[in-house]
T-cell receptor, first 111, second 120 residues
Framework: QQPVQSPQAVILREGEDAVINCSSS?????VHWYRQKHGEAPVFLMI?????EQKGHDKISASFNEKKQQSSLYLTASQLSYSGTYFC????????????FGQGTRLTINP | GAVVSQHPSWVICKSGTSVKIECRSL??????MFWYRQFPKQSLMLMAT?????????EQGVEKDKFLINHASLTLSTLTVTSAHPEDSSFYIC????????????????FGDGTRLSIL
């Protein structure tokens, strides 16, 4: 079951903040966040595990609420380099362990 | 540096040709690798799970005879698109990581740079 991301797209000016949400109808064991720039492979940002975890580095952080079956990615004081499509992935076991990705959130940062 | 290498980066070929894409884990052994396909402005859709020394596991709707996967060593998986047609044109990406069998693993999946396949 594919996690659902919101919003689908965000346009910001440099320095503004953004929140990207990822929710699932099934229990979440871990949430993976990736950023993909056009024509390139996804780049790993962070993983959050059960336990109400919060993580962050630089101005990008994330939280995980397993009761609500959702995770949020926070980008503060956005930089031009933050532009790209953000995907959340949830680890599931469907015959085998695999990572299922949401539909993505396209983030555009304008000067 | 890159931990997963994918080759080639792009391929343009005629309809009916078979194309092989390689995915290598560079500094770790990967008993499992994953193959994804991504159409423009869409998400990464898992095609199959490549298992070292055994048959690949294909997702529903993916033709196993069309997309042949071989995982002959702990560092190499190959995807062969057989008799490719224009509708097979897409961005194919592999991933590998240090999952230890737990859904709560904190080990990420690392992606190759992807292969852009264009069938004329």
């Amino acid at each position: 079951q594919q996690p659902v991301q919101s919003p689908q797209a965000v346009i910001l000016r440099e320095g503004e903040d953004a929140v990207i949400n990822c929710s699932s109808s099934k229990a979440l064991y871990s949430v993976h966040w990736y950023r993909q720039k056009h024509g390139e492979a996804p780049v790993f940002l962070m993983i959050l595990l059960k336990g109400g975890e919060q993580k962050g580095h630089d101005k990008i952080s994330a939280s995980f609420n397993e009761k609500k079956q959702q995770s949020s990615l926070y980008l503060t004081a956005s930089q031009l380099s933050y532009s790209g499509t953000y995907f959340c992935g949830t680890a599931v076991f469907q015959g085998a362990q695999k990572l299922v990705f949401g539909q993505g959130t396209r983030l555009t940062i304008n000067p | 540096g890159a931990v997963v290498s994918q080759h080639p980066s792009w391929v343009i070929c005629k309809s009916g040709t078979s194309v092989k894409i390689e995915c290598r884990s560079l500094d770790f052994q990967a008993t499992t690798m994953f193959w994804y396909r991504q159409f423009p402005k869409q998400s990464l859709m898992l095609m199959a799970t490549s298992n070292e020394g055994s048959k690949a596991t294909y997702e529903q709707g993916v033709e196993k005879d069309k997309f042949l996967i071989n995982h002959a060593s702990l560092t190499l998986s190959t995807l062969t698109v057989t008799s490719a047609h224009p509708e097979d044109s897409s961005f194919y990406i592999c991933s590998a990581g240090g999952w230890g069998g737990s859904l709560e693993s904190d080990q990420p999946q690392h992606f190759g740079d992807g292969t852009r396949l264009s069938i004329l």
